[in-house]
């Protein structure tokens, strides 16, 4: 069994940055991508975005690049968020994913342990 547990959210204002971070249980080099995904109040969850577990191959929401960041420590079996540019429409809460895969995109599908979310809220 995988846990994972997010930390890094608040409140800022748009134009700011946060860095999200994902602690995990176990060794998640052990071939995992991992990804984050978010949701906002009255909406579907959506993907952000991925990395393959060599940290070789990123993948973004349209809606993000540019802006966002997203890298691991393998050794530290953490993953990162970085969001510079912080817009208003990023409020959401975030989640964490370890996928089943080396490498995954923005399926949901693929990703069989999430975190509890962090909230990340953007004031104009």
């Known amino acids: 069994q995988v846990q994972v547990v997010e930390s890094g959210g608040g409140m800022v204002q748009a134009g700011d940055s946060l860095r999200l971070s994902c602690a995990a249980s176990?060794?998640?080099?052990?071939?995992?991508?991992m990804g984050w995904f978010r949701q906002a109040p009255g909406k579907e969850r959506e993907f952000v975005a991925s990395?393959?577990?060599?940290?070789?191959?990123?993948s973004y929401a349209d809606s993000v690049k540019g802006r966002f960041t997203i890298s691991r420590d393998n050794a530290k079996n953490t993953l990162y968020l970085q969001m510079n540019s912080l817009k208003p429409e990023d409020t959401a809460v975030y989640y964490c994913?370890?996928?089943?895969?080396?490498?995954?995109?923005?399926?949901?599908?693929?990703?069989?342990?999430w975190g509890q979310g962090t909230q990340v809220t953007v004031s104009s």
């Open positions: 990395i393959s577990w060599r940290g070789d191959r990123t």
């Open positions: 994913a370890v996928s089943r895969y080396s490498y995954s995109g923005g399926d949901s599908a693929q990703y069989n342990y």
């Open positions: 176990k060794r998640t080099s052990s071939n995992n991508a």
